[in-house]
């Protein structure tokens, strides 16, 4: 059964950071393309960033290239999202997705606020 769990999300002010979990289990990470997505209320979700398989080849939406980094531990059959330099316009819920199982994670909470 394939489950994703994140976590790490919390309130933080302009310009702190953040890092998201996301623990997969019933495959694993090092295998499987992944990607990280968000949705503020109101708004529709949208795609944050992807990893994929062999390379670790990866990609960003424009406002958030130079700021959020994603990544995968093998080990820890994790992926990452680290976030910097956060900004109001990042406060959302983020998930984390599978794609080869249509499998999403239960989303974590980040608010960027003073």
């Known amino acids: 059964q394939v489950q994703l769990v994140e976590s790490g999300g919390g309130l933080v002010q302009p310009g702190g950071s953040l890092r998201l979990s996301c623990a997969a289990s019933g495959f694993t990470v090092s295998s499987h393309a992944m990607k990280w997505y968000r949705q503020a209320p109101g708004k529709e979700r949208e795609w944050v960033a992807s990893?994929?398989?062999?390379?670790?080849?990866?990609g960003y939406r424009d406002s958030v290239k130079g700021r959020f980094t994603i990544s995968k531990d093998n080990d820890k059959n994790t992926m990452y999202l680290q976030m910097n330099s956060l900004k109001p316009e990042d406060t959302a819920v983020y998930y984390c997705?599978?794609?080869?199982?249509?499998?999403w994670g239960q989303g974590t909470q980040v608010t960027v606020s003073s």
């Open positions: 990893i994929s398989t062999v390379g670790g080849i990866t």
């Open positions: 997705y599978a794609p080869r199982f249509g499998s």
